[in-house]
């Protein structure tokens, strides 16, 4: 007997140990396109953990698991800025995947300054129906989140995509004031400075605001400064939705603009749409020193909001369950018809708005002009009813007026425009939602890049990734680069497309091989993978 062999005789056979593979996951063959605006380069991406530790010639290398991109693209995963997904993902809904299947990997929170943490569970509960046409009943959650940090470690596990939160204006402002309509005291600004700062500290990259809904309508643009001035002193930015029915659409832009100077931090003006007017407006802050203003948009030719859109904005006040209770009295409900025939003989086309939503789940997909020819009652008698009965849950998609081919010009300078981002305004619940919540990005690259030409992809690629990683203060995110995470995006730049649409809206796009969120595989081949690798993001 050998020596060897003996040796194995007296202490047994010793287990083969097989080297660790080099990586956790390679990425093979593809062209990246780094998040910069860079030309794109041939490169494979190695990942360990959940970051990327090498970008070169790495076909020699060993993985636990490999995706071949040849013929393909990668991406850093793409950064939704504005999207109502934060219910969703909580209760775990199938349109939780909304946006991961489109390579989105990260959605900030608070978009038009909703939320329902920060504030004790009874305030919380108190805002959830006045909120709900952008997310839905929710009856499984607790809205139990007292603290922003016991909101943020409610979504630990739970969530297909990184969280990046943002101070929501909205339970800042009812949780000092309640729902009063109107300005705040000192002694209250001073209480919203302190519930803002507790946002920051846990980690918010900025103040959110909507001040189109209630009851953020009434603050003035003092608590605007005074509450972006926190974030300000923390390094954040300040998003919102302006007041557009108070003081029109260059009115809400310019006291946007006006926070920022007399608060000294970004702005962004939250989805809007490069038109000539809008073009021009860009073209006037970009040229002021000091101001650094931004917007996004979400390139579709119709939005989406609450059935109140019908009601004179002076009697929101309360939201939707006080209109709902003054609907009780027939002399409101006359004098509410005879308001709204006044709006729609100014503006015939809103009778085009079809449900997304309803309470009672009837008219989904129908218009109001359907809705009041199918009843044999005039259109303004035909919305009053409709307030009365399916507030508080009535989501309606609006038409902006211009068809899809009409609109390509904006949908071009949109996705061109170098202080532009791409967002998605998704509202993810209801029969039939917007599009928007399951389309946008690949539409971006298929309408913008390919069609239109109107950019690079390696610049649509920037503004969806690494401009609004750079304006939000997210690190480790938005480039592919040695030490940042591996958040990543493969597809094929001739096939990515969307496939939803206003008859269909749920679709999952085309094109996309695979959707990596911290190093682990979350969709595959337009499917989830059940991987929730998640993380909330905390501003850098």
């Not at 605007?224 to 919102?240: C, D, I, K, S, T």
């Not at 998605?424 to 690949?442: A, E, I, K, N, V």
């Not at 008859?503 to 990596?516: C, K, Q, T, W, Y």
């Amino acid at each position: 007997m050998s020596g060897t062999a003996a040796a194995r005789a007296e202490f047994g056979a010793r287990p083969v140990i097989e080297a660790r593979p080099e990586f956790d996951l390679l990425v093979l063959g593809g062209e990246v396109v780094d998040g910069t605006g860079a030309a794109r380069i041939r490169a494979d991406v190695g990942v360990r953990g959940d970051r990327i530790v090498a970008i070169g010639d790495l076909g020699a290398a060993t993985a636990r698991t490999t995706v071949d991109a040849t013929g393909r693209v990668v991406t850093p995963g793409f950064i939704d800025v504005h999207v109502h997904s934060e219910l969703a993902i909580l209760a775990q809904t199938p349109d939780a995947h909304g946006g991961l299947l489109q390579g989105v990997t990260t959605n900030l929170t608070a978009p038009d300054g909703f939320g329902f943490g920060g504030v004790p569970a009874a305030i919380a509960r108190e805002i959830e129906p006045v909120l709900r046409f952008a997310h839905g009943p929710m009856p499984d959650l607790s809205f139990d989140w007292a603290t922003p940090e016991s909101y943020l470690r409610a979504f630990e596990g739970r969530t297909p995509v990184n969280i990046a939160p943002q101070a929501p204006h909205l339970p800042i402002r009812v949780g000092v004031m309640g729902w009063d309509a109107r300005v705040a005291t000192d002694a209250e600004l001073d209480d919203m400075r302190a519930a803002t700062a507790a946002w920051m500290r846990a980690g918010a990259v900025g103040l959110n605001s909507g001040l189109d809904y209630q009851p953020i309508a009434h603050s003035d643009t003092r608590e605007l400064v005074a509450l972006a001035r926190v974030a300000a002193e923390h390094g954040g930015v300040y998003a919102a939705h302006g007041r557009n029915q108070d003081l029109g659409r260059a009115g809400q832009f310019w006291e946007t603009a006006e926070v920022g100077r007399r608060a000294a931090l970004p702005v962004n003006v939250s989805h809007e749409r490069v038109d000539e007017e809008m073009a021009a407006m860009l073209a006037e802050t970009g040229a002021e020193p000091g101001l650094d203003l931004a917007m996004d948009t979400h390139l579709y030719e119709a939005g989406s909001t609450h059935l109140l859109n019908y009601v004179p904005f002076a009697q929101h006040a309360g939201g939707p369950m006080a209109v709902i209770g003054r609907l009780e009295s027939a002399a409101y409900r006359e004098q509410l018809r005879g308001q709204i025939e006044a709006s729609l003989a100014a503006s015939p086309e809103s009778l085009n708005a079809y449900f997304s939503a309803t309470r009672t789940g009837r008219h989904v997909g129908k218009t109001i002009r359907e809705i009041a020819v199918a009843t044999a009652r005039a259109p303004a008698e035909t919305i009053v009813d409709l307030l009365r009965d399916e507030l508080p849950d009535a989501l309606m998609v609006f038409p902006w007026g211009p068809t899809e081919a009409e609109f390509r010009p904006v949908v071009a300078a949109g996705i061109a425009h170098p202080r532009v981002v791409i967002s998605s305004d998704g509202l993810y619940w209801g029969g039939l939602p917007h599009p928007r919540g399951f389309g946008t990005f690949p539409r971006a690259i298929r309408v913008g890049v390919r069609e239109l030409a109107a950019t690079t992809l390696e610049q649509a690629v920037n503004r969806m990734s690494g401009l609004p990683a750079d304006r939000y203060r997210l690190a480790d995110r938005g480039r592919i680069e040695v030490g940042r995470a591996a958040d990543l995006v493969v597809f094929d730049p001739g096939t990515i497309a969307d496939r939803a649409t206003y008859a269909e809206p749920r679709l999952a796009p085309v094109g996309i091989d695979a959707v990596v969120v911290n190093g682990v595989i979350a969709a595959d081949r337009g499917s989830p993978t059940g991987r929730l690798a998640g993380r909330v993001l905390r501003r850098a």
